[in-house]
């Protein structure tokens, strides 16, 4: 078996959109949406699936690591990631275990990307100052 030059992958933020008649989908529509499209993307040969991490109205990511252990329990091939989680505003310990348990589930499907995070809503949510921001991720 060759190894292949370039992988496909989707990146989602699972962000709150409209059905047919243009209207407002509720959060937990979104979530169970953003499930069945990590389904189909297994389903049609990709190679991973992605969910961001934000605390905003408009996105419905902030519990990521539990929506990618649902796809878990649906797929079987796909790799499962985060796109970011935003290690600054997490505890690192309880992001191991999440993800370490998360791997265990999937059958060693989880990858974990972490960063500073672009969007700063998280930072006051969670008690921390942006003035900070460095000393946080390091």
């Given at each position: ?45 990709l190679d991973s699936f992605n969910i961001g991490e934000h605390y905003r109205s408009e996105f ?79």
């Amino acid at each position: 078996m060759s190894a292949r030059a370039f992988e496909f992958g989707l990146d989602t933020p699972a962000q709150v959109t409209v059905d047919e008649s243009g209207q407002l989908l509720d959060g937990d529509q979104v979530i169970r949406n953003t499930v069945e499209e990590a389904v189909l993307a297994e389903a049609v040969g990709l190679d991973s699936f992605n969910i961001g991490e934000h605390y905003r109205s408009e996105f419905m990511d902030s519990a990521g690591h539990v929506m990618l252990a649902a796809i878990a329990s649906r797929t079987e091939r796909i790799r499962l990631g985060t796109a970011v989680t935003v290690l600054s505003t997490q505890d690192p310990v309880r992001v191991y275990t999440e993800f370490a348990t998360l791997d265990a589930v999937s059958n060693g499907r989880a990858q974990l990307i972490v960063g500073r995070g672009s969007l700063t809503e998280s930072f006051p949510l969670f008690g921390f100052d942006l003035a900070d921001y460095e000393t946080l991720f390091e």
